[in-house]
């Protein structure tokens, strides 16, 4: 049940302010969700392999017009949120209509040597897609649930012990191939020094105007003794090409 005072917020398809409305809405939807882990050991390497499907039957929504946008403003469906069955937060957007979410996952483990515990390098990878059998205009570029095939989702990770990693998520244009989201973060840790370096870039042509951006942050700690370390970061926009913050 919604009941609205008359305000500024816009709805999730009309641009213009709405006016007082109350009204109920009722939703449904069956979902169902496999996926089956194979894995090969080996002397030397661990193979996995993991295919995922996620089939999910929803009901239309005729009220979404009239409903005003605010959980799912800043929502984006990627490899984190691929098989939720609601395709966006909160309830102020539905996705309709049946969908199919497909992806797998492959990843390989080094087997460590006699006396150790620790995995000394693993490497994971994910792909996957979402298919809708119905068009949802509520829905912004941003979401990637705007279209009935939505944009290839993916995540990585490569790690080597406590020495240092590479992790990240990225989205790719299923029209044109274009990388439109990428997010990648990494850590080297040698000797006495740690060093973190984040990089984001969401591109203009899925994220809109206000949401887009392309920025750098970094950060390095070096440990003098147990009491005293220096440190040292940025924060670079490579939008406007300025320094937000040193030190």
Known sequence: ??????????????????????????????????????????????????????????????????????????????????FRTVGAAGMDLWEPGSHISLGMRAGVDVVPTSGSTTMPLRATAFLGQRIRTDDAGAFSRASNLDRKQSDWVGDFELRHGDYGSLTGRFRVDAETGKLVHTEALARLKLWRTETRLRYHEFDSSAAGPSRANKELQGSVILTLNKNFKLFGALYRDFNTDTNLSAS
């Open 1 to 82: 049940y919604f009941d609205y005072s008359e305000g500024s917020n816009t709805g999730a398809v009309s641009t213009m302010p709405l006016k007082a409305d109350s009204f109920g809405r009722g939703l449904g939807l069956a979902s169902v969700d496999v996926r089956w882990p194979l894995i090969r050991p080996g002397n030397r390497f661990n193979l996995t392999l993991e295919p995922r499907m996620s089939l999910t039957v929803a009901s239309k929504d005729d009220q979404q017009s009239r409903i005003r946008v605010e959980d799912g403003l800043g929502f984006e469906m990627d490899a984190t949120s691929l």
